[in-house]
């Protein structure tokens, strides 16, 4: 049987709920690709209409979009939350609003977030974690002005602090400040420690903004050669920065 286009284009058009279901179809097809998903992109091709909506509730959903590819370090998990919340209630410990203002971070849940690291600082002043997370927290809020001390009083007394996690925090903070050079001079002394692809490549959309393309090429390019070499977990951490850069270098 030959593929007659304008017939299905025909029914697509009398037809507006199977247009809306080709569109998310695509639309998860699209993002699992992105992702590297290859085991969900077949799925997705093969068993439509249910599994593109399988897809964006276990995957798609699951990623929270606020912070993907601004993680913190470490992990947490629902049963973590109800823990952390009845030693909360029964201690009043400030390590424990940090840890729970951490999984709320890596959840996505910025508002609570925030919430549980004020209530860290008001128990603990002089807490570092405490400060360096609430001023990633502020940043991803897009209160870079309120951040930016934030983390630098952090990156003044530690540089390195969480594996050069807050510097890179500092350096995003004076970007969307529009502080191009000092946001440079800061990418490069993580870039000094550190081969983040998170780094590289805000380092090379920098450059870019300098007109140096030249510059910016080398690390898009390191970014996706490092990828390469990566173990899985880095590259499923990554995946967005490498996609970046090579979006950029065409």
């Not at 284009?9 to 695509?26: D, Y």
């Not at 940043?139 to 390195?160: D, F, I, S, W």
Request: proline content about 4%.
């Amino acid at each position: 049987m030959r593929f007659n286009l304008n017939y299905y284009l025909a029914l697509l058009r009398n037809n507006p709920l199977l247009g809306l279901v080709v569109v998310f179809q695509l639309w998860m097809l699209v993002d699992a690709v992105r992702r590297e998903e290859w085991l969900w992109a077949v799925l997705i091709f093969l068993f439509p209409p249910f599994m593109p909506l399988w897809y964006f509730v276990s995957v798609y959903r699951a990623a929270p979009s606020a912070t993907r590819g601004f993680e913190l370090p470490g992990t947490g998990s629902r049963r973590r939350i109800k823990e952390l919340e009845g030693l909360i209630h029964n201690l009043d410990k400030p390590h424990h609003y940090l840890e729970l203002g951490d999984i709320y971070f890596r959840k996505g849940n910025l508002a609570k977030a925030e919430s549980c690291y004020r209530a860290s600082l008001e128990r603990d002043p002089q807490d570092i974690d405490a400060r360096a997370h609430l001023g990633q927290c502020l940043l991803r809020q897009k209160k870079a002005e309120e951040a930016c001390p934030t983390l630098y009083q952090v990156c003044t007394e530690n540089p390195k602090h969480d594996y050069g996690y807050s510097l890179m925090a500092y350096a995003e903070a004076l970007a969307a400040l529009g502080d191009t050079d000092a946001a440079i001079t800061v990418w490069q002394e993580v870039l000094k420690n550190h081969s983040y692809a998170r780094a590289r490549v805000q380092l090379g959309q920098l450059y870019l903004a300098k007109n140096r393309r030249d510059l910016a090429e080398v690390e898009f390019r390191g970014t996706i050669n490092d990828d390469r070499h990566a173990p899985s977990y880095q590259r499923k951490r990554d995946r967005m920065w490498v996609w970046k850069a090579r979006r950029l270098l065409a």
